[in-house]
């Protein structure tokens, strides 16, 4: 796939409308000021780095952002965690994928097992490992976004 960028607003339908899918890069600005006016989502991915990002913004302020590196783990989590997180990253399956990847790293297992007793996303940590691509669509599905 390579690179993609999604920016989408909801107006006063409710409904979130495409804004822009490119192959640019992540940048929180943007996703800000298309959300003065009311709501913005923004997700990104690079497959070959296995990079992520997700932002939402009301009202000109960012909700939640997130950011994922292959290499890194969880580079950025700021904001109050969303609905699809417990449903998408912290689900009973997820938690098993997460114990058969790692099972051969104790000190690991113990680790996923803290953090999806708690259910949130810690800046600076690996856990949950993520397909880049894969969470991308799998929030696309969450939201209803449509992709043109």
């Known amino acids: ?9 909801r107006d006063g339908d409710g409904a979130f409308h495409v804004r822009k899918i ?13 959300s003065r006016d009311g709501a913005a989502l ?10 992520f990002a997700f932002a939402r913004c009301e009202g000109g302020q960012v909700r939640r952002e997130l950011g994922y590196d292959g290499s890194d783990g969880w580079s950025t989590v700021e904001g109050e965690p969303e609905a699809w997180e417990a449903e998408i990253l912290f689900s009973a399956s997820e938690r098993a994928r997460m114990r058969e990847l790692l099972e051969d790293e104790p000190d690991r297992l113990l680790e996923v097992d803290e ?9 600076g940590r690996a856990i949950p490992i993520i397909d880049a691509y894969g969470l991308v669509r799998a929030v696309m599905r969450w939201y209803g976004l449509p992709e043109q």
Do not use: H, N
Request: proline residues 2%; glycine residues 10%; charged residues 15%.
């Open 22 to 34: 490119s192959d640019d890069y992540f940048e929180i600005g943007p996703v800000v000021k298309a």
């Open 42 to 51: 923004a997700l990104a991915c690079q497959t070959t780095a296995d990079y």
């Open 115 to 123: 953090l999806f007793a708690a259910g949130r996303l810690v800046a």
């Open 1 to 9: 796939m390579g690179s993609f960028y999604g920016l989408w607003t």
